[in-house]
């Protein structure tokens, strides 16, 4: 019993060491790159180049608190899309946000990852792990 | 060397001096006509009307001190609007004056003011309901309104929805045939003014197949409607195998009609391609970028480049202007924000001359430079967006601007 347990701590410290190792390798701005593609693909028509949206129709990412908050929130805005009006920094928007679960965990991870380091935005990376665990409650 | 530099210091400290005051952007016109900001930072002015007495209305879409219309008028007739009354407690975009009242609309229902002999609002708190209930779900959800010369009402009831598909938006969701939106939106709907409190079932669906008809005007001189509608978005995003990035910034054309009863414009199943003048299938209905479809829809008099957003129609009828423009349309155009990444376009005042209702040659830009900078790489950034027009007694026009709330008056000085 303690042996399993002691292997399962070695086993889990590998892995996060692992996962630091891929982290440093397949740095951030290679996240970011793959973000921006994404970005660029899927997003950038509504939301625009610079993050700034399209005034009563699509909100900005600049600055929201729906970007840089909570990540379970935002990776479920991206699959699930919205119909609800939400209210971003004092203002509706009147377009629908569509579901984008067409997209792969990682494309997802990376386009999140790219959009709050972007536009002014600093916050955490968003990891496939993530995306995956939650696509998977759904 | 010492005094470039100082021409150089002063020049920058006269810049600065310079940029002070409230920017404004030239607006250019062509030659012998001017023009003159009437109103300013009213916010999201939409459809504006001008009374025959000179009054301008404006509707507003975000209330500005909790009123949603504001009326300018000239007390002293001295060339400045220096009165103002505001009053309506809702947002919206339609508004236009005919036989005795004002007409204005929120996103679900039309409202009406009488007028006094003084062309006085006689009661702006109460207003009466000409119709409510009108379909309401935020998207394409702005109600413009005209009347025709039997004072019957039209209304614009946008879809909302891209093309009709299962799930709108959603990259790979197929389009519904037929659509169930065209039922109570997607269409022109025809009512009586003789009536009040009406609602969706006592008009007429009057034309269809239109995704979002912002701009409508009555054509007093061959007595039809006329429309611009703003076509579908997102060809190149969802189906980047067909459209290239080029071909989705360009397609589909935003279109200008002239609409008889029970005509069918084609949406969700055709958009209209001006580069190959034909009704193309949607991909969403099994197009490919060039199989036709919808055989029974009527094609529009022009297709403009695509995205550019036509959000008003003014039939102009006046007499000031040269002779060229008299029975023309002019269409405001919004401005693009779904050409990204390439450049935005739009953000002028088109011109297309006509005689007895049909074109007589190619649409020109007429008022340009309402986003104060070339080229518009984000929409955000664009000083101004034109979204309405109205035609003054006499005969000048009215551009309104829902981004920073002005209205310019353009007058011909011959």
């Known amino acids: 019993m303690r042996l399993k347990v002691v292997i399962i701590i070695i086993g889990l410290i590998f892995l996060s060491v692992g996962a630091f190792a891929q982290k440093s390798t397949q740095s951030k701005s290679k996240l970011m790159l793959n973000g921006k593609k994404v970005y660029d693909m899927y997003c950038q028509a509504c939301h625009q180049a610079d993050g700034n949206g399209v005034p009563r129709l699509n909100p900005p990412l600049a600055g929201t608190v729906y970007v840089t908050g909570s990540k379970t929130r935002l990776i479920d805005i991206v699959l699930n899309g919205l119909t609800d009006p939400l209210e971003i920094n004092g203002e509706e928007y009147n377009n629908p946000m569509a579901a984008h679960s067409f997209l792969t965990d990682q494309q997802i991870a990376d386009v999140l990852t790219y959009i709050r380091n972007s536009f002014g935005n600093k916050a955490g990376v968003v990891t496939t792990a993530e995306v995956k665990k939650q696509r998977a409650k759904k | ?414």
């Open chain 2, 1 to 414: 060397m010492q005094k470039i530099i100082l021409v150089v210091a002063m020049l920058m400290v006269l810049n600065i001096v310079v940029a002070q005051p409230k920017q404004q952007v030239p607006i250019q016109l062509p030659t012998g006509f001017s023009s003159k900001i009437v109103a300013n930072d009213l916010g999201r002015v939409r459809h504006i009307a001008v009374n025959s007495n000179g009054d301008l209305y404006m509707k507003l879409d975000r209330l500005v001190n909790g009123k949603g219309i504001y009326r300018l008028r000239d007390k002293n007739n001295d060339g400045v609007m220096e009165d103002t009354l505001a009053f309506g407690n809702y947002t919206g975009t339609g508004i236009a004056i005919n036989n005795g009242y004002l007409y204005a609309t929120s996103d679900q229902t039309i409202y009406r003011y009488k007028l006094d002999a003084n062309q006085n609002i006689v009661n702006p708190d109460q207003p009466e309901i000409v119709v409510d209930g009108l379909i309401n779900k935020r998207q394409h959800a702005s109600k413009s309104i005209t009347f025709d010369k039997e004072g019957n009402l039209y209304v614009n009831i946008g879809a909302p929805s891209n093309v009709c598909q299962e799930q709108d938006r959603q990259k790979g969701s197929p389009g519904l045939t037929p659509c169930p939106i065209l039922e109570n939106a997607g269409g022109i709907w025809q009512f009586s003014t003789t009536k009040t409190n009406q609602t969706l079932n006592d008009g007429v669906r009057y034309a269809t197949g239109m995704r979002n008809a912002l701009g409508i005007d009555w054509n007093n001189e061959v007595n039809d409607l006329y429309v611009t509608i703003h076509g579908r978005d997102m060809l190149y995003q969802y189906f980047p195998e067909m459209y290239d990035q080029k071909r989705g910034a360009e397609l589909p054309s935003e279109t200008f009609y002239r609409v008889k009863k029970g005509d069918d414009c084609g949406w969700p199943y055709i958009h209209w391609d001006h580069f190959q003048n034909k009704k193309i299938l949607n991909p969403e209905y099994g197009g490919d970028g060039k199989k036709e479809g919808a055989p029974n829809a009527i094609s529009p008099l022009v297709g403009f480049p695509g995205h550019m957003a036509p959000n008003a129609l003014l039939i102009y009828s006046g007499n000031q202007f040269p002779a060229k423009y008299k029975h023309g349309a002019f269409i405001a155009f919004h401005g693009s924000w779904n050409r990204t990444p390439e450049p935005q376009e739009g953000f002028y005042v088109v011109f297309v001359p006509m005689k007895d209702g049909v074109p007589t040659g190619k649409w020109e830009v007429f008022a340009d430079g309402f986003s104060g900078m070339t080229p518009v790489t984000n929409l955000s950034a664009a000083k101004h967006r034109p979204t309405g027009l109205a035609q003054g007694e006499d005969g000048s026009i009215y551009v309104s601007d829902d981004k920073a709330g002005y209205v310019w008056k353009i007058s011909y000085n011959k």
